[in-house]
């Protein structure tokens, strides 16, 4: 059985809709919302690394790609954790 929602119950659902629309994001979400853009633009400058760095046929060369590789999949996972996907 279905129930029914009065009037004034119908009005108070919207006006606190109105209002949460109203409130600013919690501290923490836009810390997480900044946090989530640098790792986002940080991964991509690995990416640009990665590919000014495939030059190289030192052996150094696979230690410094070790830790970009490594870099990248902190970022990734910073990312994923700010989007609620970790």
Same mark, same amino acid.
């Not at 696979?62 to 996972?77: A, N, P, R, T, V």
């Given at each position: 059985? !279905? @129930? #029914?929602? #009065?009037? %004034?119950?119908?009005? *108070? @659902?919207?006006?606190?809709?109105? +209002?949460? #629309?109203?409130?600013?994001?919690?501290? *923490?979400? $836009? +810390? @997480?919302?900044?946090? $989530?853009? &640098?790792?986002? /633009? =940080? &991964? !991509?400058?690995?990416?640009?690394? #990665? !590919?000014?760095? /495939?030059?190289? %046929?030192?052996?150094?060369y696979s230690?410094?790609?070790? !830790?970009?590789? &490594? *870099?990248?999949?902190?970022?990734?996972? &910073?990312?994923? +954790?700010?989007?609620?996907? =970790?």
């Amino acid at each position: 059985m !279905k @129930k #029914k929602i #009065k009037p %004034d119950e119908e009005w *108070l @659902k919207q006006v606190l809709a109105e +209002f949460e #629309k109203d409130i600013p994001l919690a501290p *923490l979400e $836009r +810390f @997480k919302g900044v946090s $989530r853009n &640098l790792a986002q /633009n =940080a &991964l !991509k400058t690995v990416e640009e690394l #990665k !590919k000014l760095c /495939n030059v190289y %046929d030192e052996p150094e060369y696979s230690q410094f790609m070790d !830790k970009i590789y &490594l *870099l990248e999949h902190y970022l990734d996972y &910073l990312v994923r +954790f700010c989007e609620g996907r =970790a």
